[in-house]
């Protein structure tokens, strides 16, 4: 990707959809934690990549809180879109939602905000384009992205 180039929220935006099986749960027949926040990841590190062209890692996940379970049988759909990027690092906001596809009803259950670093073909971090908010609420969380950065780093000792 070349310097210099920038790239809207909506280019990079994922959605992504997976049924919850027996062995995704707990015995309550609830997602397992763990498994969730695997999709979280891959979800984030596919926005990520898309708005870098790059193989990306994960640097951090902030905290995730788990409002509603998802059951057995029902979707777990996540979206996943960019809200801030620096030099080289990119945040991404993933918001989990579970579907039952009976009755058409969709529930949010958690979001959570990952950073991810763009690598370079030797493993180290590369620039990525610059992201370019269009509308008031992406301008709005661009905004609180650099104040979580701040904090993330401080947390870090960065
Ligand atoms: C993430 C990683 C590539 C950063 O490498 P590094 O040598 O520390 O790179 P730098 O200090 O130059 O930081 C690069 C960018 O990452 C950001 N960053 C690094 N660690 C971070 C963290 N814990 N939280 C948020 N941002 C972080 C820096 O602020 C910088 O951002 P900027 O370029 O936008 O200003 C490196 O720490 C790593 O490989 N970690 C392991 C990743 C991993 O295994 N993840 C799980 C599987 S994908």
Same mark, same amino acid.
């Given at each position: 990707?070349?310097? $210099?180039?920038?790239?809207?929220?909506?280019?990079?935006? &994922?959605?992504?959809?997976?049924?919850?099986?027996?062995?995704?749960?707990?015995?309550? %027949? =609830?997602?397992? $934690? %763990?498994?969730?926040?695997?999709?979280?990841? &891959?979800? %984030?590190?596919?926005?990520?990549?898309?708005?870098? =062209?790059? &193989?990306?890692? +994960?640097?951090?996940?902030?905290?995730?809180?788990?409002?509603?379970?998802?059951?057995? %049988?029902?979707?777990?759909?996540?979206?996943?879109?960019?809200?801030?990027? $620096?030099?080289?690092?990119?945040? !991404?906001? !993933?918001?989990?939602?579970?579907?039952?596809? &009976?009755?058409? !009803?969709?529930?949010?259950? =958690?979001?959570?905000?990952? +950073?991810?670093?763009?690598?370079?073909?030797?493993?180290?971090?590369?620039?990525?384009?610059?992201? !370019?908010?269009?509308?008031?609420?992406?301008?709005?969380?661009?905004?609180?992205?650099?104040?979580?950065?701040?904090?993330?780093?401080?947390? =870090?000792?960065?």
């Amino acid at each position: 990707m070349e310097q $210099g180039k920038s790239k809207t929220v909506s280019e990079s935006k &994922i959605e992504m959809h997976e049924m919850v099986l027996p062995n995704d749960t707990n015995l309550l %027949g =609830n997602l397992l $934690g %763990g498994r969730l926040m695997h999709l979280v990841d &891959i979800a %984030g590190a596919m926005a990520a990549s898309r708005h870098a =062209n790059r &193989i990306v890692a +994960t640097a951090s996940i902030d905290s995730v809180d788990f409002h509603q379970p998802v059951k057995l %049988g029902e979707l777990v759909y996540l979206k996943a879109r960019l809200t801030w990027v $620096g030099k080289t690092s990119m945040e !991404v906001l !993933v918001e989990v939602f579970s579907e039952d596809y &009976i009755n058409g !009803v969709c529930t949010f259950t =958690n979001r959570a905000y990952l +950073t991810f670093v763009s690598l370079d073909e030797e493993g180290k971090p590369a620039r990525v384009p610059r992201l !370019v908010p269009e509308t008031d609420s992406e301008r709005a969380e661009y905004r609180a992205a650099e104040q979580r950065r701040t904090e993330r780093l401080k947390r =870090n000792n960065r």
